[in-house]
């Protein structure tokens, strides 16, 4: 199974009145456009871009114009259509640590092999500034049924498995996770004192669990890709349908996870 898009399919995602920001739209407009397009991996033309994310034609067509002089799109002329540029991938370098982007590359098979090994989706989350999360690569399973994500997507940075880790390793203060934990839109229903209770499970297992409290329908386990001086800078996941295992097989996926955590670390960070 491969995902589709839908302009309201970020559930975790903050409003303006949440957070009391003055939302720019044409900004809206271009990350929307972009995360359509490397979300659905599908060349679209600009009618249907404009269709699909409800924004005026005149307006989309130049926001998209702007965008591919830019490089962040690309046009084909002959079948007039707009997919992600290769610009996108220059801009990743920046937000990755130094040393590891060139090592994604020499990080998929270990990926690939992870998820064939354990019939999962293997993801890999980073901080981005003080409350996101950002996914920089993914391999799904070979299987016909599967969980497709598509790299740039962002979260809150409590959000999923890998949201826990990363609230366990920056030691957040209490009051400060309890504010950012109430302003997120969990898929399910999620009191603040056993979010608390998982984090501080993290210290005893070295993973943590999401179970369809990030998205409905799905479970992701995560550990942590820690640098030589012992911080956590990346997460690294395994994405599946929930109720597909027991819970002693998520535990199972969990010191996987570890091993290959720890594998991760030796090559982003000491090679």
Known sequence: MTSTYSNTQASGALSAVDTGIVIVKPVVYCFRIARMLAETKTPMRASKISRLLDINPSTCFNILRTMTLEGILSFDAESKTYQVGNELELLL????????????????????????????????????????????????????????????????????????????????????????????RWSRKLNFAQYKQEIQQISKRGWAIDDGYFSAGITAIAAPVLNSSEKMVLSVSAVTFRGTYSQEHYAHIGLELNKLAKTLSDLFFYD
Request: charged letters at 25%.
């Open 93 to 184: 370098q920046y937000l990755v640590p130094k040393g590891t982007f060139s090592n994604l590359d020499a990080a998929r098979p270990l990926l690939q092999k992870a998820a064939a090994k354990l019939n999962v989706t293997i993801t890999i989350w980073k901080k981005l500034g003080k409350d996101r999360i950002m996914l920089i690569c993914t391999e799904s399973n070979p299987g016909a049924i599967r969980i497709d994500m598509a790299s740039g997507q962002r979260l809150p940075h409590l959000m999923g498995a890998s949201g826990r880790l990363f609230a366990y390793y920056d030691q957040t203060p209490e009051q400060e996770l309890k504010s950012s934990f109430d302003k997120v």
